[in-house]
């Protein structure tokens, strides 16, 4: 039984720089999740996927940054245009749904650094 | 702003001493979940409570809620040092869309808990 990977684990860029993360959520689970976590701060959610459905964006997510889950399955997070407050790690989460009480599993995190 | 806070923000004990740590909360919740995060990890899920119980129990773990209180504690008995970790609650709260049928989870900023050996 796999769990939620993300690839990669870090990252350093240069500002302005476009930066991908993926996310591989657990299989059978249809809900994905994004966060966004800065240190000593707890993880703010980001944006949410039924399926390939995009259904809920943050107002933290500015236009840089665009969501895809195009088969229903894996995601990837891009940053465009890198700024230095775009430093942090960033979660992804899935989950099979109510009957579980949502109970979101978190992947490891890509670590963000933004030079 | 976040709904959970946890309270203390950082808490010290010695190996086989009870920790508990708090979590307030604003509106109304379906559940309320307790997650752990070692240091530069993702979070591991810990435990569940609905908003009609009241207490529950795993293994060391005993978390309870007061919804008139708005409130929930997580107690870990006989602490270990493979327990320092830093400890988060989340509540749920319903995305923009009802119908989409989702909760959106809330974390606060955590309780950070080193247990000395």
């Known amino acids: 039984d796999t769990g939620v990977s993300q690839d990669p684990r870090h990252k350093i860029t240069k500002r302005g720089q476009n930066v991908t993360f993926r996310c591989d959520p657990i299989?059978?689970?249809?809900?994905l999740y994004w966060y966004r976590q800065t240190l000593g701060q707890g993880p703010e959610f980001l944006t949410y996927f039924q399926n390939e459905a995009q259904l809920e964006k943050s107002r933290l997510l500015s236009d840089r940054f665009s969501a895809e889950r195009p088969k229903g399955s894996f995601s990837t997070l891009e940053i465009q245009r890198t700024e230095q407050g775009d430093s942090a790690m960033y979660l992804c989460?899935?989950?099979?749904?109510?009957?579980?009480?949502?109970?979101?599993?978190f992947g490891p995190g890509t670590r963000l650094t933004v030079l | 702003s976040q709904q959970g806070e946890e309270d203390p923000q950082a808490l010290s004990i010695q190996e086989g001493e009870n920790a508990t740590m708090n979590c307030s909360y604003k509106t109304s919740i379906n559940n309320l979940q307790w997650y752990r995060q070692n240091s530069g990890r993702g979070l591991v899920h810990l435990i569940l409570i609905r908003s009609n119980e009241r207490e529950k129990h795993s293994g060391r773990l005993r978390v309870t809620l007061d919804t008139s209180k708005k409130s929930s504690s997580l107690l870990i008995t006989a602490s270990r040092a493979a327990d320092t970790a830093s400890y988060f609650c989340a509540t749920d709260a319903l995305g923009s869309k009802p119908s989409y049928n989702f909760n959106k989870f809330y974390f606060g900023s955590g309780t950070k808990l080193n247990v000395k050996p």
């Open positions: 299989s059978e689970h249809n809900r």
């Open positions: 989460a899935s989950s099979r749904g109510a009957l579980e009480g949502d109970t979101q599993y």
